[in-house]
Nanobody
Framework: EVQLVESGGGLVQAGGSLRLSCAAS????????IGWFRQAPGKEREGVSC????????WFADSVKGRFTISSENAKNTVYLEMNSLKPEDTAVYYC???????????????????????WGQGTLVTVST
């Protein structure tokens, strides 16, 4: 089973930046894509971004396009979420999870809707102040 550990959250002012890390173990890039998801208080969980490290394909939610980037460092089995121009509405607990690559081969619906996810981490809190 894939195991994931998130880190890098914190408190930042609006307009600032943070980089989140997701360290994976018991994981092969050919088998899984890695996604970032977030849940704000009183709101449903939403997909933020995903990456298929084996071929470099990425997906971003409309709300973060142009502000967030996702990358992977395969040698370290780590996926990063670089968050720039942060807004108060980005405040949430951010989680990473693995998606079997079979479900991302044709589209990113599994990431967008949080389907078939495995290996949830404990989450890391991002708070963006005004």
């Amino acid at each position: 089973e894939v195991q994931l550990v998130e880190s890098g959250g914190g408190l930042v002012q609006a307009g600032g930046s943070l980089r989140l890390s997701c360290a994976a173990s018991r994981y092969t890039f050919d088998d899984y894509a890695i996604g970032w998801f977030r849940q704000a208080p009183g709101k449903e969980r939403e997909g933020v971004s995903c990456i298929s490290s084996s071929d470099g394909r990425t997906w971003f939610a409309d709300s973060v396009k142009g502000r967030f980037t996702i990358s992977s460092e395969n040698a370290k089995n780590t996926v990063y979420l670089e968050m720039n121009s942060l807004k108060p509405e980005d405040t949430a607990v951010y989680y990473c999870a693995a998606v079997p690559v079979y479900y991302t081969a044709k589209n990113w619906a599994a990431c967008q809707y949080g389907l078939y996810l495995e290996g949830w981490g404990q989450g890391t809190l991002v708070t963006v102040s005004t």
